[in-house]
């Protein structure tokens, strides 16, 4: 396993080891044990969620409240995304702060998000399969969704002639209230 990248303390980017010959190549997804050594986590998956999404699809931002908060960690299968996530620990310096990075089956990148942080991503290519492994089982009661597009938080998405977003993501919540 190797990380590429902290986000934030709490979120970061990492890939897998591959094994690679003649067949064409082998990877752990996701050990439990190598993931939790190697990061000092205790990271249980509980439920694995896949998304088919279309060209600039936006989802979220979304995330659970307590006693149903929830780490992810979040893998494209096929295609391309871009991937947002938000601090929204009230108490924390990055507190509003975003950050995005590209995910794709081509570079193989995965991205671990912490709870305290909302999720959203953009289809990139023409169609996106995407795969969560979750901590935590999904509360349609405590799941909350923050606008896309809040102007304090002013995540910069890339530009689209048409987003494709759900109607209770556009009747997302602003974050400062």
């Known amino acids: 396993m190797i990380i590429y990248k902290k986000l934030f303390k709490e979120c970061f980017i990492f890939k897998t080891n591959e094994f690679r010959d003649s067949r064409g190549y082998f990877t752990e ?93 953009m289809t990139l290519s023409q169609t996106a399969k995407v795969e969560y492994i979750c901590s935590n089982f999904y509360n349609k009661d405590h799941n909350v969704t923050i606008k896309w597009n809040d102007k304090k938080i002013n995540i910069k998405w890339p530009k689209s002639s048409k987003y494709q977003i759900s109607k209770k993501d556009q009747k997302g919540l602003n974050l400062f209230k």
């Open 29 to 121: 997804i996701f050990n439990q044990n190598i993931f939790n050594k190697k990061l000092k986590k205790n990271f249980k998956c509980k439920q694995i969620n896949f998304i088919f999404s279309k060209k600039n699809s936006l989802r979220g931002l979304h995330f659970q409240k307590k006693p149903f908060s929830q780490n992810k960690i979040l893998r494209v299968i096929k295609g391309k995304i871009f991937d947002v996530v938000v601090d929204i620990r009230k108490n924390s310096k990055s507190f509003g702060k975003f950050k995005s990075v590209i995910l794709s089956d081509k570079n193989k990148k995965q991205i671990y998000i912490s709870d305290g942080f909302a999720h959203g991503y």
